[in-house]
Nanobody
Framework: QVQLVESGGGLVQPGSSLKLSCVVN????????IGWFRQAPGKEREGVSC???????HYAESAKGRFSILRDKAKATVYLTMNNLNPEDTAVYYC????????????????????WGQGTQVTVSS
C-alpha cells in the first residue's frame, strides 16, 4: 500500500521560508519517484519539484534557486524547503508518487502520479 502524508504548511510573510515534509513508506521510497505539486484556487495542479527513484532531481522554473528537494531514505521522508516565498506561491501543496519521467518538463506534469497525499496549505501574505 502506498501512502503519502504531507505536513509543514502554514501562513507566512513574503520573503519567509517553509519546509514541507512528505512521509512515505519503504516501498514507495525504494520503488517510486516522488514529486511535489501545488494547486492554487482556480488553477491547474502544477509541478514544483520531483526526485526520481534513481535520485535524479528536477525543478520547475519558478522553483529554481528558491526551492530544494531532499530525499531522506532513512526517515522515508521527502522534504521541500522553500525560501524567499512570495504571494504567487500560495497554494495547496501535494506530494505524489509514481514512475517519474526522465524529462524535466514532463516530470512537472501530474499525469505520471498514481498516488497522492492529502495536501498541505501554504499561504504567503503580509
Amino acid at each position: 500500500q502506498v501512502q503519502l502524508v504531507e505536513s509543514g504548511g502554514g501562513l507566512v510573510q513574503p520573503g519567509s521560508s517553509l519546509k514541507l515534509s512528505c512521509v512515505v513508506n519503504e516501498f514507495t521510497m525504494t520503488n517510486l519517484g516522488i514529486g511535489w505539486f501545488r494547486q492554487a484556487p482556480g488553477k491547474e495542479r502544477e509541478g514544483v519539484s520531483c526526485v526520481a527513484r534513481d535520485g535524479i532531481v528536477h525543478y520547475a522554473e519558478s522553483a529554481k534557486g528558491r526551492f530544494s528537494i531532499l530525499r531522506d531514505k532513512a526517515k522515508a521522508t521527502v522534504y521541500l524547503t522553500m525560501n524567499n516565498l512570495n504571494p504567487e506561491d500560495t497554494a495547496v501543496y501535494y506530494c505524489g508518487a509514481g514512475i517519474a519521467p526522465r524529462s524535466e518538463s514532463q516530470s512537472m506534469r501530474p499525469y505520471w502520479v498514481n498516488y497522492w497525499g492529502q495536501g498541505t496549505q501554504v499561504t504567503v501574505s503580509s
